[in-house]
């Protein structure tokens, strides 16, 4: 998740236009999320990643990145986490609207890779109330934004987090990835 540097997602009102992305992290994110075989979303995120990567790779003069995510995204199981999107039948996607510990739960027993959590503040709040994320992998972005939308918000209790890597890119973007201490 891209995050600014004093903690947010997104501007005031959603806006993203502040995240450096280039080919270099285009291509880490890349190798890494290759080896994921499941997506999980909020709606709104799910709707905007649902009307642009199925077809993003075969549009003409589609970047190596959009050819390869777009493979990614359509062989990838996605989880969707709404209240709006009850019985819904799409490809490759469980829609959860309630009992999202238990549902959740109940897919990490199943086989297959790791789950990554892509955007969606809303689902990342809730995940976080519910202690269900094991990890955290942030793209700290160099700007501060004043105020928007939190990362960490309605946090009760203290979370120790262990250290797994870092790295920087010469965009000035800075990957810290961290699992769960929960010892």
Same mark, same amino acid.
């Given at each position: 998740m891209h995050i600014s540097l004093d903690g947010f997602v997104a501007g005031p009102n959603g806006e993203m236009n502040w995240i450096k992305v280039d080919e270099e992290l285009f291509d880490h994110v890349g190798k890494r999320i290759s080896e994921?075989?499941?997506a999980l979303y909020g709606r709104v995120t799910y709707d905007m990643?649902?009307?642009?990567?199925?077809e993003a790779g075969n549009k003409p003069g589609a970047s190596k990145h959009d050819i390869e995510?777009?493979?990614w995204y359509n062989q990838a199981n996605k989880i969707v986490l709404s209240k709006t999107m009850k019985g819904e039948e799409l490809p490759n996607t469980t829609i959860i609207s309630d009992n999202l510990s238990d549902r959740l739960n109940e897919i990490k027993q199943?086989? =297959?890779s790791e789950i990554a959590l892509f955007g969606s503040p809303t689902a990342t709040?809730?995940?976080?109330?519910? !202690?269900?994320?094991? =990890?955290?992998?942030l793209f700290v972005n160099p700007v501060i934004l004043g105020e =928007?939308?939190?990362l960490?918000? !309605?946090?009760?209790?203290?979370t120790k987090l262990k250290l797994l890597a870092t790295?920087?890119?010469?965009n000035g973007v800075t990957e810290l990835s961290y699992i769960i201490d929960r010892q």
């Open positions: 994921t075989d499941t990643m649902q009307s642009y990567w199925p995510h777009s493979q199943q086989p =297959g709040h809730a995940l976080m109330q519910q !202690n269900l994320i094991d =990890g955290y992998w =928007g939308i939190p960490f918000a !309605n946090i009760k209790d203290k790295r920087q890119f010469t």
